[in-house]
């Protein structure tokens, strides 16, 4: 039984990879959960040494499955973790072995799934304008391939980048079946994705989730991952500025760093921003920190997931900021949302959408 084998592989992997957890506890500062409850049986230190206890037979299942379900799978303590363990991936395999049934799974990811469900069904009877015949509408770079979020293909049939690159139809980076616990259909993903990576020259993300969740492929080497970036790399030697009629022009605009934006891409990002002319940037205090939204984990843990994201709102609050930017549709609903819940009603935009509605080269 194949599967069974790959499984076998992974735990063996994952096994070899909590013994090199050092206990030095540098994952927990920057934990979202820990920040909340102040409870290290949630923090990455906590989960790996339950883990081996679990492997060890001091612990059972039971014991495990309710710290587990915690987590937000947000990959801060994987990014801050010097023995370069992947916490967060191995968090959601376990979390899916332990998961009860098969029956619970499948609710699990229909209900992660709905949003995007709804957003497709609402698109379908919108009218796409057909390029004239003299258009030069088409992919420019036939190797440059565009990974196009599920939210983004939910929301908007095309962007601007499907216009300038080519789209081969990547299949879901696949997080919310990980985090769904169904391993199959997070495989099935995985091989469709790798494949067309290895073909491309670059791959170009309009979203950082799904950079960083394709950027942890174990099938994919060193070489392929340099291939991923964001949509800014293609872009920074254009020379951006607001249109004429933006109601952005010398307005605070503010961005919110998504968890999986890693910092090298996040300070790219900022720079990019700035470059933007007539744009008047403020820097968010604790950019940083999670936006609480996490996807469907709002509606399984609300009381920690709004104590996070009041946080966040507070801090936006501070910047006095017309617009804020972010590159994760999760962390603009979330945002979006929290914005509302504490009176503030300024507009949250992914920044895709504000390159293609506000900008001009
Ligand atoms: S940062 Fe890494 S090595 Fe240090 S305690 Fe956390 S998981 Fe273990
Ligand atoms: S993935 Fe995020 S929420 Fe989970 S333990 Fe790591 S830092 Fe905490």
């Given amino acids: 039984m194949p599967n069974k084998n790959k499984n076998d592989n992974i735990n063996e992997n994952i096994k070899k990879d909590l013994e090199k957890c050092t206990r030095c506890g540098l994952c927990i500062s920057n934990c979202p959960i820990y920040d909340i409850i102040k409870d290290e049986n949630n923090t990455s230190r906590g989960l790996i040494l339950k883990l081996l206890g679990y492997e060890k037979k001091f612990l059972s299942e039971k014991e495990l499955k309710g710290d587990l379900k915690i987590c937000l799978n947000c990959s801060k303590c994987a990014s801050n973790c010097p023995s370069k363990i992947n916490t967060s991936l191995i968090f959601a395999y376990k979390n899916a072995n332990f998961s009860p049934s098969k029956f619970s799974q499948r609710l699990l990811l229909i209900l992660k799934l709905l949003p995007i469900k709804i957003l497709y069904f609402l698109n379908f009877f919108k009218n796409l304008k057909k390029p004239s015949e003299n258009s030069s509408e088409g992919p420019l770079k036939s190797n440059i391939y565009y990974f196009k979020g599920c939210v983004s293909k939910a929301q908007h ?3 601007f980048l499907d216009k300038i690159l080519y789209n081969p139809d990547f299949s879901c980076c696949a997080l919310p079946y990980l985090t769904g616990g169904d391993i199959k259909n997070y495989e099935k993903a995985k091989e469709k994705n790798t494949k067309l990576i290895k073909e491309a020259n670059l791959v170009v993300f309009d979203c950082a989730t799904c950079k960083n969740t394709v950027s942890q492929y174990e099938t994919l080497n060193e070489d392929d991952k340099k291939k991923l970036v964001l949509f800014d790399e293609i872009l920074k030697d254009k020379k951006l500025k607001l249109k004429k009629n933006s109601k952005y022009f010398n307005r605070t605009i503010t961005f919110h760093k998504p ?3 890693n910092k090298n891409d996040f300070e790219k990002i900022e720079n990019f921003i700035k470059n933007i002319e007539g744009i008047n940037y403020k820097k968010l205090e604790n950019a ?3 936006c609480g939204f996490g996807g469907s984990y709002f509606l399984f843990h609300p009381v920690i997931s709004s104590g996070i994201a009041f946080k966040k709102a507070k801090d936006i609050k501070k910047t ?17 949302l929290f914005q509302l819940l504490s009176f503030n009603f300024k507009k949250t935009l992914d920044l895709r959408d504000f390159i293609e509605k506000e900008t001009i080269s």
Avoid: E, M
């Fill in 288 to 290: 940083d920190k999670c």
């Fill in 320 to 336: 006095n900021a017309d617009l804020i930017l972010t590159i994760c549709p999760s962390c603009v609903f979330g945002i979006r």
């Fill in 259 to 261: 968890c999986h934006l």
């Fill in 157 to 159: 049939k095309k962007t």
